[in-house]
């Protein structure tokens, strides 16, 4: 059940450029979703989150936008770096109280030229 | 604090054997989850514990199975595996009583031959 969707499996943008990557959702009653940043060999670390209460959430270069009512979120990198380049993915959770369970989506490998 | 480590880090088995993966999670943390990454199919999620009972389950089969220690480890089988079942599997810890992050481990890369 792809209750959370990445429909890009990757991207590929210059350094300094912004990055913009996109996730879906089906199930309205997520409330929290994060962004999660993965390289080879290691698990995902976490890298911004968003409350449903809110529609924009910054921190650094990483900026997360959310349209509740197109069940939309994105990423925003700006600007980019090579650094960067790793498989980002998008996780949601919410719903029952006290609801631990977290769903992922697919992720987009993301690659940053020099 | 010490990361949330699994052993091992990589396993070969072949088909209709069984698995045994174990994780630690970060000192404090009750809630652990388990997921199964896959190319293109990202992270899917297979199970989550919380002071030692199962709260979550995702839709695999029931030959995949988990369980929680006081000490709040958490061990995760597969039984009879399958060619599909070659995958890293990921688990994660959290405190559990909140719907936030969750800290993950560098996974059990699996080989089914």
């Known amino acids: 059940d792809q209750q959370v969707k990445q429909n890009s499996p990757s991207l590929s943008v210059q350094e300094g450029r912004i990055s913009i990557l996109n996730c879906d959702y089906t199930n309205s009653m997520f409330d929290y979703f994060l962004w999660y940043k993965k390289y080879p060999a290691e698990g995902p670390t976490f890298l911004i989150s968003i409350s449903s209460i809110k529609d924009k959430n910054e921190d650094g270069r990483f900026t997360v936008f959310l349209n509740k009512s197109a069940k939309h979120l994105s990423l925003h990198i700006v600007p980019s770096q090579p650094g960067d380049s790793a498989v980002y993915f998008c996780a949601a959770s919410g719903g029952v109280s006290n609801n631990n369970d977290m769903r992922f989506g697919a992720g987009t490998r993301l690659t940053v030229k020099p | 604090k010490a990361g949330v480590t699994q052993t091992p880090r990589y396993l070969i088995k072949t088909r209709g054997q069984q698995v045994t993966l174990s994780c630690s999670p970060i000192s404090g943390h009750r809630s652990v989850s388990w997921y199964q990454q896959t190319p293109g199919q990202g992270l899917q999620f297979l199970f989550e514990y919380f002071s030692e009972t199962q709260r979550n389950k995702g839709n695999f089969p029931g030959r995949f199975s988990g369980r929680q220690f006081s000490n709040s480890r958490s061990e995760m089988n597969v039984s009879t595996l399958e060619l599909g079942d070659s995958a890293l599997y990921l688990c994660?810890?959290?405190?559990?009583?909140?719907?936030?992050?969750?800290?993950f481990g560098p996974g059990t890369r699996l080989t089914v031959l």
């Open positions: 994660a810890s959290s405190l559990g009583q909140d719907r936030g992050r969750k800290y």
